[in-house]
Nanobody, 123 residues
């Protein structure tokens, strides 16, 4: 199983980025896909998740209304569109997969992880 994130970078406050995660070696639609982030010296925190079908989405309160998660099961891809970025959004963002998951916010529920992509928001 391999998850590869891309799309991170440096953006100014108020700007937007779209993160992508490519999955291979899995029956993609069987997995709830999640995004987590980890700032320096802090724990890894839940950002968003999407059910295998794509019909159900979950968001952390800190990003609700600003971030949108989506997936394309035909391409084995999951995306995170991040708008109105704030300095507090600066972190390494990780893609994760949870077999038959239910949108858990717990790191331990996700079996597979990508290597992460850095997002830096400058003021």
């Amino acid at each position: 199983v391999q998850l590869v994130e891309s799309g991170g970078g440096l953006v100014q406050t108020g700007g937007s980025l779209r993160l992508s995660c490519a999955a291979s070696g899995v029956t993609f639609s069987s997995y709830t896909m999640g995004w987590f982030r980890q700032a320096p010296g802090k724990e890894r925190l839940f950002v968003s998740a999407i059910s295998g079908s794509g019909r159900t989405t979950y968001y952390a309160d800190a990003v609700k209304g600003r971030f949108t998660i989506s997936r394309d099961n035909a391409k084995n891809m999951v995306y995170l569109l991040m708008n109105s970025l704030e300095s507090e959004d600066t972190a390494v963002y990780y893609c994760a997969a949870d077999l038959w998951g239910s949108g858990s916010k717990s790191v331990s529920e996700y079996e597979h992880w990508g290597q992460g992509t850095q997002v830096t928001v400058s003021s």
